[in-house]
């Protein structure tokens, strides 16, 4: 059982605090518990299973990060946009914080030697996947990207040792994508999963696993279009570290 999960309290004590960001740095833990209706050691429990010390380290953060902010222009009104502002400068800045330099070192030394690099992605992250392939392929890399599920599944299977196979997949649970890391895998063949999943299924296979840091909050709850943010961050932190060591 992992025992960072969050309980149905915890979760929706997150979700409340996600939602109400810009007013963190106004309230006290006894404030803050009575507006979401938890009691304090509830909203203790869920920072540390985020990955914070407590309430005052977490505090700390999103005040800080609030006053690198240029809200001047918008009136007190504006709530809801400083929301969405604050909730993208919080995907951001969790995400870095989250990136291990070793694990990056790993991977830039993994394209070095690949002969071949194949990109797997599906749905929106199909997008960051192109912008990695084209950057990858004007670096004078061979690679490639797939993301027909059949395409996927087929190719997967035949790729061999000294290639490379990177997947971008914000859950890590695409049926079509597990298959193919546990293929790629059985082959003996490195793979760099790039997600915001550290329990994904795909990871279980992953050689190396690049995690950002995914909010809980969305608009647009009637479909699955989470932001890709922290992947796109992932994504350019590692190529640029890519260009930094090659061109040594």
């Known amino acids: 059982m992992d025992k960072n999960k969050l309980s149905s309290t915890e979760s929706f004590a997150w979700k409340f605090i996600q939602d109400n960001l810009e007013i963190i740095p106004t309230l006290s ?3 803050l518990g009575e507006k979401a209706n938890v009691s304090t050691a509830t909203i203790v429990r869920t920072l540390r ?15 800080e990060v609030q006053a690198k902010s240029d809200f001047t222009n918008l009136d007190r009104t ?3 946009i400083r929301s969405a502002i604050l909730k ?11 990136i291990h330099i070793p694990d990056i070192e ?4 993994q394209i070095k030697r690949a002969k071949t690099i194949y990109i797997f992605a599906r749905g929106f992250s199909e997008l960051i996947a192109e912008e990695f ?7 004078n ?14 190719l997967s299977a035949r790729i061999r040792s000294g290639n490379l196979v990177i997947i971008i997949s914000l859950n890590g649970e695409t049926p079509e994508l597990v298959e193919a890391a546990a293929k790629v895998n059985q082959n003996k063949v490195p793979i760099i999963l790039i997600t915001t999943n550290s329990k994904s299924a795909i990871g279980e296979f992953a050689s190396i696993e690049l995690c950002g840091y995914k909010s809980e909050t969305t608009y647009f709850p009637a479909f699955e ?4 943010l922290p992947l796109q961050v992932i994504s350019r932190v590692l190529l640029d570290s890519y260009v930094i060591r090659t061109e040594k």
């Open 49 to 63: 299973k985020k990955g914070y010390q407590g309430y005052s380290d977490f505090k700390h953060d999103t005040t």
């Open 29 to 31: 833990i006894v404030e």
């Open 141 to 154: 890399k061979n690679c490639q990207l797939s993301d027909d599920p059949n395409i996927i599944r087929t």
């Open 78 to 80: 504006d709530s809801d």
């Open 225 to 228: 279009v989470h932001s890709r």
């Open 106 to 109: 790993s991977s830039v030394q």
């Open 133 to 139: 392939l084209v950057k990858l392929q004007l670096l």
């Open 88 to 98: 993208n400068e919080h995907e951001v800045t969790n995400t870095i914080k989250m």
